[in-house]
């Protein structure tokens, strides 16, 4: 009885190792809901972190405009997107990748600048509007996922 416990446990433990090595982190960001703003205080947003990816750009961010006709931008850490904002009225979005307090923790700083002057949407009319949460399997899949490489990391000397 005790062996097969034994046995049981080895292979647990195999298994959680395999799955570090070899699940890619989950795509599902963390999304935040806002009430829609107005061009110039979108402008102002926009503003705001272009300069914080030129001023970081020595440390892998990078900051992209959306595609032409959209009203959005991205912040990536060496390609990898960290923060993506998309204004779709009546919504503003910000959307988080998951995993990023390890990749790139810099931009929490800027996420809370960018939402200080947001009204949130509450979690009913979030997800009333379609806006959804990462799933629990998501989140578990990032933490067995495991650490990200220090070559992958912005902000890191």
Do not use: N
Not at 51 to 61: D, L, M, N, S, V
Not at 108 to 116: C, D, E, F, S, V
Not at 129 to 147: C, K, M, Y
Request: overall charge negative; some cysteine.
């Amino acid at each position: 009885m005790k062996v097969r416990h034994g046995v049981l446990w080895v292979l647990f433990l195999v298994l959680v190792v395999a799955v570090q090595m070899h699940l890619p982190e989950p795509v599902e960001p963390e999304v935040l809901a806002y009430r829609d703003v107005p061009d110039e205080s979108f402008w102002t947003l926009r503003r705001h972190a272009l300069r914080f990816a030129e001023a970081r750009a020595r440390e892998g961010f990078e900051f992209l405009d959306g595609t032409p006709g959209s009203a959005s931008f991205q912040i990536q850490c060496k390609g990898v997107p960290v923060l993506h904002v998309e204004r779709q009225p009546p919504l503003l979005l910000i959307r988080v990748a998951l995993g990023t307090e390890q990749r790139a923790p810099a931009i929490y700083p800027l996420q809370a600048t960018l939402q200080w002057s947001l009204v949130p949407l509450t979690y009913l009319e979030q997800v009333l509007s379609g806006v959804q949460e990462p799933t629990l399997q998501d989140r578990l899949l990032l933490t067995l996922a495991g650490d990200v490489p220090e070559d992958g990391r912005c902000g890191v000397r």
